[in-house]
């Protein structure tokens, strides 16, 4: 039972274009959603966050949107480095219940 | 990755020998989390602890025991290990604020 989906394993973008990774959720009882970034060999590490009575929170090149009549939420990356090149996960939080997507391989080109 | 440490980095087990994770934190957070992380799965919660003397099941408990003897350490344990248990353990404890989790370097486990 996947209450937090990334359909998309894989992205591959030009250094300074922009990077748009995707999640969805079924469970409307999510109240906060966020994003984590995780490079080989290292933790996951909290890059953004949204509630859910907002649509969109912006911090630097990283924007989060939030969609819940169609529980939707997207991370943009712009411009995008080298550096961004990591693995993303998206998660929604209900009280104590955090679930995880399966995570998107974001690879900047230079 | 500050606050959080994991220990052993890196294990191998053959199946059905037992072994504990260790977890601790300096950060004087309540909240800790045990979580698996497998290809295509995301992470999975095992285990939490939302106080000191406290557990309560995740997502994925079968086949692990948990300990939170204080509120700096919480330990996880299999008992008698399965090679469906070969994964990347992450020790989390969850932000006083807005409720992010900070993980822990993540622990590689084996089972043959």
């Known amino acids: 039972d996947q209450q937090v989906k990334q359909n998309s394993p894989s992205l591959s973008v030009q250094e300074g274009r922009i990077s748009i990774l995707n999640c969805d959720y079924t469970?409307?009882?999510?109240?906060?959603f966020l994003w984590y970034k995780k490079y080989p060999a290292e933790g996951p590490t909290f890059l953004i966050s949204?509630?859910?009575?907002?649509d969109k929170n912006e911090d630097g090149r990283f924007t989060v949107f939030l969609n819940k009549s169609a529980k939707h939420l997207s991370l943009h990356i712009v411009p995008s480095q080298p550096g961004d090149s990591a693995v993303y996960f998206c998660?929604?939080?209900?009280?104590?219940?955090?679930?995880f997507g399966a995570g998107t391989r974001l690879t900047v080109k230079p | 990755n500050a606050g959080v440490t994991q220990t052993p980095k890196f294990q191998v087990l053959k199946t059905g020998q037992s072994m504990t994770l260790q977890c601790a934190q300096d950060?004087?957070?309540?909240?800790m989390y045990w979580y698996r992380q497998d290809p295509g799965m995301g992470l999975r919660l095992i285990y939490y602890?939302?106080?000191?003397?406290?557990?309560d099941k995740g997502e994925v408990p079968n086949g692990y025991n948990v300990s939170r003897l204080n509120k700096r350490e919480f330990s996880l344990r299999l008992e008698s290990a399965a090679p469906s248990q070969t994964s990347v353990y992450f020790c989390?404890?969850?932000?006083?604020?807005?409720?992010?989790?900070?993980f822990g370097e993540g622990s590689r486990l084996t089972v043959l």
């Open positions: 469970n409307s009882m999510f109240d906060y």
């Open positions: 989390a404890i969850k932000g006083l604020g807005t409720g992010e989790l900070f």
């Open positions: 998660a929604a939080k209900d009280r104590n219940d955090m679930r």
């Open positions: 949204i509630s859910s009575i907002k």
């Open positions: 950060m004087n957070h309540n909240s």
């Open positions: 602890s939302a106080s000191e003397g406290t557990t």
